[in-house]
């Protein structure tokens, strides 16, 4: 009785490879008659990928007046896994923007999705009015 594997290798792209192997039985009876059994040999899945962290806004450009009220909402910040995993990190501001000087705050540093809201003891945007206001929201889990 003899073994015989068979490998093939398939290279794509970035060096992707994938491997593909058979173990051919061959058993030879008493009357010289050869019969061949195949096993395919399948190698595990590659792991799934490690997930990404997402950070979403909604909207994505809010716009305001000059007079709106301290504390308003000005738009939903969500941090979300791309696996589906559940945020259990934490949200904050960061460089370049960080929260605008004061300006805006976030409702929850220790949620999934918060509010982006105008300081509820800040200054407000009422010197800001025809102006481009920018905030720099991290998440960290």
């Not at 395919?40 to 590659?46: A, K, L, N, V």
Request: net charge negative; charged share 10%.
């Amino acid at each position: 009785m003899r073994d015989l594997i068979r490998t093939a290798i398939l290279v794509l792209g970035l060096a992707v490879a994938a491997t593909v192997a058979a173990t051919v039985t061959l058993a030879v009876t008493a009357d010289n008659e050869a019969t061949a059994r195949i096993h395919h040999h399948h190698p595990p899945p590659p792991p799934p990928p490690p997930p990404n962290l997402t950070l979403s806004f909604v909207p994505q450009m809010p716009s305001i007046p000059a007079d709106t009220p301290l504390g308003t909402t000005v738009a939903t910040v969500t941090a979300a896994w791309s696996d589906g995993s559940p945020f259990t990190g934490t949200l904050g501001f960061a460089t370049p923007y960080l929260d605008d000087g004061g300006t805006f705050a976030l409702s929850c540093t220790a949620c999934a999705t918060a509010n982006l809201v105008v300081h509820p003891l800040g200054l407000g945007v009422s010197g800001d009015g025809g102006s481009v206001q920018k905030v720099t929201v991290e998440a960290v889990q």
